[in-house]
């Protein structure tokens, strides 16, 4: 639990300080030192667990923002008197469900998930607490991630409302930090591969879901001990077409620092210019998160 | 214990083999007079010129600087009266002499600096004197030994050494020693090489009087001193897949009465004692001294700080003490759990560690000493303070280094660093303190109360006034 003094740090300043450590210790005298280096591993572990909760925080509050947004528009489409008695009790639950800080925006959206076929909307918060009816109050971990996710609800008098079906994202993306798989799901709404813990709530995947692996090794040609530095680079890539921010669909970024390092630190010597816009914030937004600090050797 | 007529107390030290005396006032006061200061006065410091290392001998007699040019550079003390320790006179250059080049490994690219990491010196067996110096590679052992006598009258040479036509030469004589100015000679007797792939941190001789072992971050290996082809690996933390590397060895030392026992400490603010009788490959400690982090002050940084960057065992070997970022721990050898003792050296830091990781300074590896009784222990920090923790009668002081304070038995006057709040006379904030002014390495006199320490490129001398 980082203190809250040293949370007023930039994490993202940290981090694009340590990875420029990391680069500069290529070109000093006598080698590269590991000690220090896995220091500043240590600390770039650090920092991005930090700025990874901070972003999570951040993306359940645009998503509850525009899911509300999303949804105020959708029910203006409806018909108010199809709305059951019965629903009520399910609202409570996914209100419940939706817990978190902005609880007043989860009302608002759980008030109209009950009209939302086939689904619930989940926030982000919820995502990352695995399944937040049973654990709501669980810590975010950082290790799982999800993007927008449209699950099947167990709650089935969901299914009156058929018509909203298309109403969702029709592609997402999801990438499981452990098993290091990226999913890309399209033309669905319900994905197990949506969960990180998949087999938890899988739900059986209504549409093909395509699994890419992304899988990168990055070679330090530095000492006799290399390691093969096989790191899947974790994409963080929406489409969402409820969720418009233009970092999650810039995956340039991401590829720019993929190919940096897949080059070796070697890659950094020459894309140093690229390498101050990748840690600009925009950047490390779409960065994703790294399992392993670097050890370069 | 006795008592002098000044009221004066005597401690002898137990593990001295000659008969030393160690002076204290009556509450353990002590008064530190400035005595030398050596190296340039140059604001311009020269990188070859950053002190790396420094280190006594046994009696004291001789004092060892390393720096970053790969020099070493040994002093001499001359006692005018060795029966009389306490009118203690000044350390003299006795001897300099480049230990190590810079070198290039042509196989994996990479330069190897010749900066001295630690000079050891091994216990007298002759006239000569013998010292282990390491860079990042390479350890040497040095001759230092002193001629005062040379040979005159060959009967095949001249004085100037051209060789004489034998046909002039018709008498035969002894040639004669005489005496001459003293010089002092140092010679690499062997060199131990090839044998660590990381970059060694510590050498630490055995008290066999045979053997010693070099540390590097993953390793560390058991020499002997005739052997240079060959040594034997006693510990390897490296673990198989690189990427699961969490701690490294930062330092290591051999205790010093059991031949058998060693520490090293980690990057993770642990130490681990092994005993070379249990196993050839001492990756098992016998003893693992850790100490819970206070979870109420974690931060980015709590790996950085945690790191040990000194391990020193006490002279008696019943206590070993650790440097940290922040702190100096001593630890009891029978208890694993927590130190016995801890030191806050400047806990005021603690607020600006994302500072000090900006401009790197907080990965400097602070030393630490013992002064010869185990009563009291010494340490660098910022701003060229040091500071002195006394054990016994749990008062500690800071001190500077400085050339404003470098009269003649000037007595140094404690500095006080002002953590917050409103800065009183002859405070110093913690903002105005200079960060590039670094003591890293101290020692303290085996026998007496004589301290050095070493700012970037000058060593001062201090010691205990004496009324």
Redesign the interface.
Known sequence: MISTMECAVDAQSLISMSLMKIHNSRTQRGGIKLHKNLLVSYVLRNARQVYIKEKYAEIYRMQQYEEVMTVCNEIQELNPLDLDAEDTDDEEQTRAACCGEEASLCDAACQRGAAQPEAHARTASALLSGCPIEDGGKEPEPSDYRSCCMEASPLSHFDQFPALQDRHCNKTTVLDLDTHVVTTVENGYLYQDCCCDALQCGQGAQSPAKKRKVEFGCCISEVEEISDFTAARKRAKREDCSYSNPEYTDTSNISNLISIFGSGFSGLLSRQTDLEQICSKQALASLGAWTRAIVAF | MTYTSEGIQLHSSPESTSKQWLLYRPGGDMQWCFSQVKGAIDDDVAEADIISTVEFNHTGELLATGDKGGRVVIFQQEIENKNHPQFRSEYNVYSTFQSHEPEFDY??S????E?INKIRWLPQKNAAQFLLSTN?KTIKLWKISERDKRPEGYNLKEEDGRYKDPNTITSLRVPVLIPMDLMVEASPRRVFANAH???I?SISVNSDNETYLSAD??RINLWHLEITDRSFNIVDI?PA???E????I?AAEFHPHQCNTFVYSS?KGTIRLCDMRVSALCDKHSKLFEEPED??????????IS?ISDVKFSHNGRYMMTRDYLSMKIWDLNMENRPVETYQVHEYLR?K??SL??N?CI?DKFECCWNGNDSVVMTGSYNNFFRIFDRGHRRDVTLEASRENSKPMQVLKPRKVCAGGKRKKDEISVDSLDFNKKILHTAWHPQDNIITVATTNNLYIFQDKVN
């Open positions: 196989l994996k990479l330069e190897i600096e900066k990042d792939t990381y970059h941190n971050d993953l490296k897949n690189m990427e590397l969490t701690e490294v930062t990057s979870p109420s002050n974690r931060s980015f940084f709590s790996e950085i790191s607020s560690l994302c990781y900006e790197d990965f």
